[in-house]
């Protein structure tokens, strides 16, 4: 529990005991000023702790969102102040240096209603009629002073975003009167309903899903029901749909769109939730991100069995379909990445950009185009109930493609516009998105020389030529001729030469999706030349698994605990290493072999990074965090 600490006992008639009891804080009073060292001290060391003026009045809904969001360190209103774990030190040397109790040289105050303190009134200060002497206007109250202290010191103070919620500390009765009808003037659990929506959103979920799905949100909050378990629910159903598509009948394509779109619905609900009740984690964020990618790509291979069952063969559309949008997320991850803290991040592109995003229609043409999350499934479930799947999934490459190569020229022309220089961060961040294995790493220490006196638009040149060359190879050549084998060899080379610098290139950020696009598109060409469905169905598992270890390291870095061990990307061969092996297997093994080879490296790396991520995910120590959700 979480320990809240009122500075002078509350004002006759005041809830705010009650309201902080209500958000799950013990509430601790100090009968005076000079005691709340003391009281700070009692609380235990890994507890969140909160000062709150005992004056204060305000919605209860401004004291949730400062006092218990679990991604800040500290987070202040006015006139209350939380620190967690990492910022309880600070918070503490603040009130010892300036706080409440003593003054800015530390000297001991007197702590009356009329002190330096903040005026928090107490029981031998309070005149006998119950009201509270005003405190001096000029002095802030006692936690904004704290609050502005730990600020000074170094650890950044969250302060949410209040819009029409209400939170001051009143200097004289006339205005709390005031204060007490500016909250009974908003309804903050309106508020609060409302800003659980994402302020982002494409079109169809803006409008035809978050009207009614933040009331289920509400519903799952008031019955003590987590965002996790929303999120689960959301991946049940979607397999359930994929079950129903899998039938390969009409009633279950029916089914399944209906399924697909509910699923859909608790998709954003559970992101609601966690906004509604501050029921943030990086364990959330990470279930969020990795199920909606397993609930679509699931859903592909339900269409592919449906459309077997009826005698169509769709493989390679499902696993295209699924390479596509992998390639288009991991576009989104590189590029965020690449200017996650650039500096001097102008461009003209950009400022085109903002000036669009000023005209109304523009905004929702322009995210419907992309084909964001809600727009995709909408159409994926529509189709499915009307037309086949082929129908289906070509529409959705069509549609898919047009998106990655509107988003990715206007990431480029930004990229070449713009003047940014990138931190070492954001280099380490794009070598880890590269997922180089042993191979790879060898080549880059070799050509590391070679590498240094290359243009600037070498790395994603490099990347590009070495990456449509093998896939080329693997498309255009006899199945099992020994072609692609050669040319795998080259694209190690140029896969070590691509990341033998530091990816702090204008252009650098492509490096990660082209190998993406590179090994994905090697599995794919090697699958369909091969002729036999049960390649295409082992190689779309292959890709899945691989799919799943890119992500989670996204989401690693995004949780700020960086890239997954060494060990993993080494044990799973890396990105150039298994392409080498996967052209070796189609040139040694023949058609069956290859098929088993590809069943068999699907399951040893599904099983090598599953094991792998849940054990990090359950037991790592990452700041809570909420993703808001990819744009495409």
């Known amino acids: 529990m979480s320990t809240a600490i009122l500075t002078g006992r509350p004002v006759p008639g005041s809830s705010l005991e009650d309201d902080l009891r209500g958000l799950g804080f013990d509430v601790r009073v100090a009968e005076d000023a000079s005691d709340v060292p003391a009281l700070l001290d009692a609380v235990p060391a890994g507890r969140r702790v909160a000062l709150v003026d005992s004056r204060f009045v305000g919605h209860v809904h401004a004291l949730r969102l400062a006092l218990t969001d679990p991604r800040f360190d500290a987070a202040a209103v006015p006139g209350a102040v939380t620190a967690q774990r990492a910022a309880r030190s600070a918070l503490e040397r603040a009130v010892r240096a300036g706080g409440p109790g003593t003054?800015?040289?530390?000297?001991?105050?007197?702590?009356?209603?009329?002190?330096?303190?903040?005026?928090?009134?107490?029981?031998?200060?309070?005149?006998?009629?119950?009201?509270?002497?005003?405190?001096d206007p000029e002095t802030p109250p006692a936690p904004d002073r704290a609050a502005a202290l730990v600020e000074t010191g170094g650890t950044p103070v969250h302060r949410p975003e209040l819009g029409p919620l209400v939170a001051v500390v009143p200097a004289d009765p006339q205005a709390r009167d005031e204060?007490?009808?500016?909250?009974?003037?908003?309804?903050?659990?309106?508020?609060?309903l409302r800003t659980a929506v994402k302020s982002r959103d494409g079109f169809f979920t803006t409008f035809a899903v978050s009207p009614y799905s933040r009331h289920v949100a509400r519903w799952a909050a008031r019955r003590g029901l987590t965002p996790n378990q929303v999120t689960t629910a959301s991946l049940i159903t979607a397999l359930i749909a994929a079950g129903c598509a899998a039938t390969g009948t009409r009633a279950g394509f029916v089914a399944a769109g209906a399924l697909l779109l509910f699923s859909f619905v608790l998709d954003c609900a559970d992101g609601q939730l966690a906004?509604?009740?501050?029921?943030?984690?990086?364990?959330?964020?990470w279930l969020d991100a990795t199920f909606d990618r397993a609930k679509e790509y699931a859903y592909y291979a339900g269409l592919a069995l449906g459309a077997a069952r009826g005698g169509d063969d769709v493989w390679a559309l499902a696993l295209g379909a699924m390479v596509l949008q992998t390639c288009r997320h991991v576009v989104d991850f590189s590029f965020t990445e690449a200017n996650h803290d650039a500096t001097a991040n102008t461009s003209p592109t950009a400022a085109l950009s903002d000036r669009l995003d000023s005209v109304g229609w523009t905004v929702w043409v322009r995210r419907m185009i992309v084909l964001p999350i809600g727009e995709r499934w909408a159409l994926i479930a529509v189709l499915t109930a009307v037309t086949t799947p082929r129908i289906t999934l070509v529409v959705l490459l069509v549609g898919c493609a047009f998106a990655a190569c509107y988003t990715t020229a206007g990431r480029v022309l930004r990229s070449l516009t713009r003047r940014a220089a990138r931190t070492e961060r954001a280099a380490r961040a794009l070598h880890d998105l590269t997922d180089t294995g042993p191979l790879g790493e060898a080549f880059a220490a070799v050509l590391g020389g070679v590498a240094r006196r290359l243009p600037a638009l070498a790395p994603p040149a490099v990347a590009l030529l070495g990456g449509a060359a093998v896939v080329a190879a693997a498309l255009l050549t006899d199945f099992g001729g020994w072609a692609p084998v050669t040319v795998a060899c080259l694209y190690v080379a140029t896969s070590g030469l691509a990341v033998a610098r530091p990816l702090t290139g204008a252009l650098d950020w492509l490096v990660p999706p082209l190998f993406r696009a590179a090994e994905y598109g090697t599995v794919l060409a090697l699958a369909a030349q091969s002729g036999s469905s049960g390649a295409l169905a082992a190689a779309f598992g292959l890709v899945a698994a691989v799919a799943y270890h890119h992500y989670d390291t996204v989401y690693r870095i995004r949780g700020g605990t960086g890239a997954p061990p060494t060990w993993l990307v080494r044990a799973v061969g890396g990105q150039e290493?298994?392409?080498?092996?996967?052209?070796?297997?189609?040139?040694?093994?023949g058609n069956t072999g290859f098929t088993a080879l590809l069943t068999v490296l699907a399951v040893a790396v599904a099983l090598v990074v599953l094991a792998e991520s849940i054990r990090f995910w359950v037991s790592s120590g990452a700041p809570a965090v909420h993703d808001e959700g990819e744009p495409a």
Do not use: I, K, M, N
């Open 103 to 135: 003054g800015q040289d530390g000297a001991e105050e007197t702590g009356g209603p009329g002190s330096a303190d903040g005026g928090a009134a107490t029981a031998s200060d309070a005149p006998s009629d119950g009201t509270v002497t005003a405190p």
């Open 275 to 285: 906004r509604y009740s501050l029921q943030y984690s990086t364990l959330g964020a």
């Open 179 to 192: 204060a007490r009808r500016a909250v009974a003037a908003v309804d903050d659990e309106d508020v609060r």
């Open 577 to 589: 290493g298994r392409v080498l092996l996967v052209t070796f297997a189609a040139a040694l093994l």
